[in-house]
Nanobody, 120 residues
Framework: QVQLVESGGGLVQAGGSLRLSCAAS????????MGWYRQAPGKQRELVAG???????YYADSVKGRFIISRDNAKNTVYLQMNSLKPEDTARYYC??????????????WGQGTQVTVSS
């Protein structure tokens, strides 16, 4: 079993910054892709940013130039640095990781989510 623990959400004024963290622990042989999704009330969950095991990154158009995703493989942790935040970034943010277990099975796990609220 794998657990994901997220932290770093909160309330911030427009133009401010927040840094989200998500640490994976448990039965892990390797971690492949890692990413962040978000879901605002009444909207579908959307992919915000992703990063492969090799460090290739992907960003949604709405966050390009403002958000930076990174990972620390030694700590099994993925980060999302969010700058120049806008009220429309308000959502619950979920991390996701694709984990290969020692038994060589691969499963995608989700964190419990952390709330980000941007006031205007």
């Amino acid at each position: 079993q794998v657990q994901l623990v997220e932290s770093g959400g909160g309330l911030v004024q427009a133009g401010g910054s927040l840094r989200l963290s998500c640490a994976a622990s448990g039965s892990i042989f390797s971690i492949n892709a890692m990413g962040w999704y978000r879901q605002a009330p009444g909207k579908q969950r959307e992919l915000v940013a992703g990063i492969t095991s090799g460090g290739t990154t992907y960003y949604a158009d709405s966050v390009k130039g403002r958000f930076i995703i990174s990972r620390d493989n030694a700590k099994n942790t993925v980060y999302l640095q969010m700058n120049s935040l806008k009220p429309e970034d308000t959502a619950r943010y979920y991390c996701t990781t694709q984990v290969t277990t020692p038994a060589r099975s691969t499963t995608t796990y989700w964190g419990q989510g952390t709330q980000v609220t941007v006031s205007s």
